[in-house]
């Protein structure tokens, strides 16, 4: 089970129980990470044990 037994207050288990967050300067420099050796060798790993993936992109915004 996802949640290995917690369960959220409607008593359903979690959608996710992790999150991971990175930052990177542009798309570009996102594109080169994840084509490297290692950027390849990581996701090769996480496709193991992770069961869905779901990415996000976003852009920071200055709001006065």
């Excluded at 996802?2 to 207050?9: C, E, K, M, S």
Aim: proline share 3%; net charge negative.
């Amino acid at each position: 089970a996802v949640g290995r037994g917690i369960l959220d207050r409607l008593g359903r288990e979690p959608a996710a129980d992790a999150v991971v967050e990175l930052w990177f300067d542009s798309t570009s420099t996102i594109d080169r990470a994840f084509s490297s050796p290692q950027g390849l060798t990581l996701m090769s790993h996480a496709r193991e044990f992770i069961e869905e993936i779901t990415t996000f992109l976003v852009e920071c915004h200055v709001v006065v």
